[in-house]
C-alpha cells in the first residue's frame, strides 16, 4: 500500500514566522511531488511541485525534496493570516499518473 | 490558465435517483480523475480516465460508474443515490506532468 504521510495539526504560528509543513512517502519509485492549498469549503489548489532533491523556491514558498529520507516539505516565510488552510502533499507512484495524496495538514496563521 | 468547471456546485437528490456530475477540461489533459471528499478521510480516489472512452476503477468505484465520450469531458454517474454518497465530488484534469487541477466542487446532498 503506497503512502503519503501528513500530521494533520493543526499547526498553529504566528503571523510573520516560517510555518514547516511535512510528508513523508512510501513509494521509492515516485518521481514528481506537488503541494496544494484547500480552503475550506473549496477545491485544492496546485501551489508548487517538485521533482528534484533540494530546495525550490516560488516566493514565500519553498518546497524541499529528499528522496533518500522519502521526505518533502513546505516552507512558508512571512506567514500570512491568508494562508491559514490545509496543505495536501501528493506524489504519484512512479509511473503512474494517479497520485497518492496525504490527509492534509490543517494550518491556522494568528495575527 | 487551466480551467475545469463542473455543472453544480450544490446538488439535492433524493434516495434512488440517478445523479449525473459532469465535468469539463479546457487544456486538452489526457488524464481525469473523480474523487470524493469527506471530513477525516481525505480524498478518495473513485474513478479516472487516461483516454477517450478509457476508464479505470479507484479505491472506492462502488455505486458509480463513468463516461468518457470526448476529451475535454468526464462524467460521474450515481446509479442509484443513497445517503452515504452525501459528499464533496471533486474533478480533476492532469497533463502528462502529473499535477492535478481541480475543478470547484459538487456538494451533493442524498436525501
Known amino acids: ?111 | 490558465d487551466v480551467k475545469v468547471t463542473q455543472s453544480s456546485r450544490y446538488l439535492v437528490k433524493r434516495t434512488g435517483e440517478k445523479v449525473f456530475l459532469e465535468c469539463v477540461q479546457d487544456m486538452d489533459h489526457e488524464n481525469m480523475f473523480w474523487y470524493r471528499q469527506d471530513p477525516g478521510l481525505g480524498l478518495r480516489l473513485i474513478y479516472f480516465s487516461y483516454d477517450v472512452k478509457m476508464k479505470e476503477k479507484g479505491d472506492i468505484p462502488e455505486g458509480y460508474s463513468v463516461s468518457r465520450e470526448k476529451k475535454e469531458r468526464f462524467s460521474l454517474i450515481l446509479e442509484s443515490a443513497s445517503t452515504n454518497q452525501t459528499s464533496m465530488y471533486l474533478c480533476a484534469s492532469s497533463p502528462t506532468t502529473r499535477e492535478q487541477y481541480f475543478g470547484p466542487g459538487t456538494r451533493l446532498t442524498v436525501t
Open chain 1, 1 to 111: 500500500q503506497k503512502e503519503v504521510e501528513q500530521n494533520s495539526g493543526p499547526l498553529s504560528v504566528p503571523e510573520g514566522a516560517i510555518a514547516s509543513l511535512n510528508c513523508t512517502y512510501s513509494d521509492r519509485g515516485s518521481q514528481s511531488f506537488f503541494w496544494y492549498r484547500q480552503y475550506s469549503g473549496k477545491s485544492p489548489e496546485l501551489i508548487m511541485s517538485i521533482y528534484s532533491n533540494g530546495d525550490k523556491e516560488d516566493g514565500r514558498f519553498t518546497a524541499q525534496l529528499n528522496k533518500a529520507s522519502q521526505y518533502v516539505s513546505l516552507l512558508i516565510r512571512d506567514s500570512q493570516p491568508s494562508d491559514s488552510a490545509t496543505y495536501l502533499c501528493a506524489a504519484p507512484s512512479g509511473g503512474s499518473y494517479i497520485p497518492t495524496f496525504g490527509r492534509g495538514t490543517s494550518l491556522i496563521v494568528h495575527p
